[in-house]
Nanobody, 116 residues
Framework: QVQLVESGGGLVQPGGSLRLSCAAS????????VNWYRQAPGKARALVGV???????NYADSVKGRCTISRDNAKNTVYLQMNSLKPEDSAVYLC??????????WGRGTQVTVSS
């Protein structure tokens, strides 16, 4: 079975933290970079950040300084640590994998809701 499964979402108060996971199966995970996206109702999908096969990362300006992406190839998992969460961070968070600049596989997403 080839799939990505996101987990770790939930309800958190403003200023709180969450760690999301993106677990892959059926692929040679170490050969793929991973993107994190988010999409809120009525809004366009937005890139949150990326991590390359070598562990290099980059982040959108909207989350830079508050988010950290890491990967554990032995567990076929990429993590998105989010701190100092704001209501505008509320969205469905999705991961996808890419290779040679081409997107290949998407998860179904995990809901993050930031509300007091």
């Amino acid at each position: 079975q080839v799939q990505l499964v996101e987990s770790g979402g939930g309800l958190v108060q403003p200023g709180g933290s969450l760690r999301l996971s993106c677990a892959a199966s059926g692929i040679i995970f170490s050969m793929y970079g991973v993107n994190w996206y988010r999409q809120a109702p009525g809004k366009a999908r937005a890139l949150v950040g990326v991590i390359s096969t070598t562990g290099d990362t980059n982040y959108a300006d909207s989350v830079k300084g508050r988010c950290t992406i890491s990967r554990d190839n032995a567990k076929n998992t990429v993590y998105l640590q989010m701190n100092s969460l704001k209501p505008e961070d509320s969205a469905v968070y999705l991961c996808n994998v890419w290779r040679s600049g081409v997107s290949h596989l998407w998860g179904r997403g995990t809901q993050v809701t930031v509300s007091s």
